[in-house]
């Protein structure tokens, strides 16, 4: 893999399981996981190393991860588990009907580099969608079950931690480049561009002020909504500095300011209001929107992370309803220094269609909450690049060099898109990217004389400047905004010949393997040869995975099983 740095004052910017527990006690316990749909019932069974400890009632917050960790041995060969962290029981459910709401645009296809040699798009990174569709799996799903519109390639991808450079000394960021044959197409070439932000030091970090928007409506009320949100919450509230402030608005029929303005020290105080909350009701999301930005106006800190955190299922039944207004009112809130952050939670009635926008609308991030550990993955252990903006309108553009490339296909990100023209225009938004955050994209290139590639009789020529740039691949250029600043600074590095590789490394192949998951389930028209057993191979060649990366691999297994 290439390293390109530069100095640059900022970047490029498991699921709750229905699982019933029987025979806890003693060292050694079995646990069966019952999936219920409305035409198969499935019942695995488990191995586990661990007692069980007590269920959880239905009045309590959850407690545990909610989530199974998975070993597959030195070889990868077998999969064997090796514990399961399942703290509470459930009744067999069968999954409900499904109102659940998704949408993206028409996927991302191939253009000549001739003719459109400019790839240009919002670095703005979710991770909703992979963890969104991870629920789905362990609840059953089949691939025909899962809605293609939810499948975001590009949230699949930046899920995952990888190990990219790391800024030089003096430096504010890294990036890693490196090509190697696409995996799904062996004619074609694969393109990894990763970016990271230095950390964050938080004893230097800016002052928060946050705002708990929170959705109490009666269709949050099952325990993969408000009971998970709460604990979800509490972990954030422990993690928190102690200087800065902390409210908490929460809507259904109506808003309603449960905390103004207290000190974060006050954390036992924060806890005991969250975990008192209950949900009924309608689901008025503008009422609770217009109260939480008015109250963080109120408590604004100058300089600091001031930024409303909004934890629903999407379902909003009164008062806003449309793409277009959501849009609009985020819009206008946001040109005040108020980000939002949205999470989303539960299943059956689930809008993330109505999430993404606002999340996109906000400058902020949105992420899908599934269990207690991904709850602590995104609020504390990501806690800097979840909170903490040191970029905004960050968009990428890569210029793609004919003489070694002939047609290029971003992977996912079809809804950052951006015309070419709006690159240097600072009034068009792009993406913000948090502090410690990575952005991961893949190109998927047909070569120059490969085969596939097109020529063009008038277009072509003799290229006369061909000798000159004959070793570059490409040019990825960045503009990105301080935070508070409104005018854009620029950035450019080349990535050559010399990052292209017959051996590529593990990032590489599990990234790529990701890509390929998502293809399938999206079934994308320009999956190839991809397949579960394909993925599944290129896994066993890693040589170091952690749990999120293993926990994956339980998931293609899972899908190829009911295939």
């Known amino acids: 893999m290439k390293k390109n740095a530069k100095g640059l004052s900022l970047l490029l910017g498991s699921s709750i399981l229905m699982t019933t527990l029987v025979g806890c006690g003693g060292n050694s316990t079995a646990m069966t996981e019952t999936t219920t749909t409305t035409t198969t019932t499935t019942t695995t069974t488990y191995d586990t190393t661990e007692a069980c400890e007590a269920p959880m009632t239905d009045a309590s917050p959850v407690e545990s991860s909610g989530r199974g960790k998975f070993s597959f041995g030195n070889n990868k060969n077998e999969s064997t588990t090796k514990y399961g962290s399942y703290d509470y029981e459930y009744e067999e459910e069968t999954i409900p009907e499904n109102n659940e709401s998704y949408t993206k645009p028409e996927e991302n296809g191939f253009y000549l580099v ?58 504010l960021f890294g990036i890693t480049t490196e090509v190697s044959t696409c ?10 561009v990763g970016m990271k932000t230095g950390g964050i030091d938080y ?3 800016p002052v928060n002020n946050l705002v708990f928007l929170i959705d109490v409506s009666g269709s949050m009320n099952s325990r993969n909504k408000l009971p998970l949100l709460q604990s979800s919450f509490d972990e954030l509230v422990d993690s928190l500095p102690d200087e800065g402030t902390i409210s908490i608005v929460t809507y259904s ?37 217009q109260k939480a930005y008015e109250i963080a106006q109120k408590y604004y800190v100058e300089g600091g992370n001031n930024r409303v955190i909004m934890a629903t299922d999407g379902d909003l039944n009164v008062g806003i309803s449309s793409i277009e207004d959501l849009e609009k009112f985020i819009t206008d809130k946001k040109d005040e220094g108020v980000f939002l952050s949205i999470l989303g939670f539960g299943d059956g009635n689930y809008k993330d269609d109505k999430m993404q926008t606002l999340a996109d609308c906000g400058n902020g991030n949105y992420s899908y909450i599934d269990s207690l550990a991904e709850g602590k993955k995104v609020l ?35 809804n950052r898109v951006m015309d070419a023209q709006d690159f240097n225009n600072d009034a068009k938004d792009g993406g913000e990217i948090g502090a410690g955050h990575s952005v991961v994209a893949l190109y998927e290139i047909i070569p120059t004389n490969g085969t596939g590639s097109i020529s063009l009789k008038y277009q072509d020529n003799e290229k ?47 990234a790529s393997s990701v890509a390929e998951f998502a293809m399938i389930l999206e ?31 339980y998931l293609v297994r899972t899908l190829n099983k009911r295939s």
């Open 114 to 171: 001739q003719t459109d040699p400019l790839s240009t798009f919002a670095a703005d990174v979710d991770t909703a969608s992979y963890a969104n569709v991870r629920r789905m799996i362990e609840d059953g799903y089949s691939v025909g079950m899962i809605d293609p519109e939810a499948v975001r390639p590009e949230e699949f991808i930046n899920y995952f931690n990888y190990n990219l450079y790391e800024p030089d000394k003096g430096d």
């Open 183 to 192: 995996p799904w197409n062996t004619d074609h070439q694969l393109m990894f």
């Open 203 to 205: 004893e230097e970090a």
């Open 253 to 289: 029929g109506e808003e309603k300011v449960v905390l103004a303005g207290e000190p974060m020290r006050n954390k036992k105080q924060i806890k005991k209001a969250i975990d008192k909350l209950h949900a009924s009701g309608s689901t008025n999301g503008q009422a609770g929107m």
């Open 380 to 414: 504390v252990e990501e806690m800097s690049s979840t909170l903490y903006t040191v970029a905004k309108d960050v968009k990428l553009q890569v210029e793609f060099n004919p003489v070694n490339v002939n047609a290029y296909r971003l992977i996912g990100y079809e």
């Open 464 to 510: 006369k400047d061909a000798g000159q740039y004959a070793d570059e691949f490409a040019t990825v250029s960045v503009r990105y905004k301080d935070p508070e600043e409104d005018k854009s600074q620029l950035f450019s590095i080349v990535v050559g010949d010399e990052v292209v590789t017959d051996n590529p490394s593990d990032d590489f192949k599990f």
């Open 523 to 553: 079934d994308s028209e320009h999956k190839g040869t991809a397949s579960f057993d394909d993925i599944m191979k290129t896994y066993k060649q890693l040589e170091d995975t952690d749990e999120y990366q293993d926990e994956f691999y």
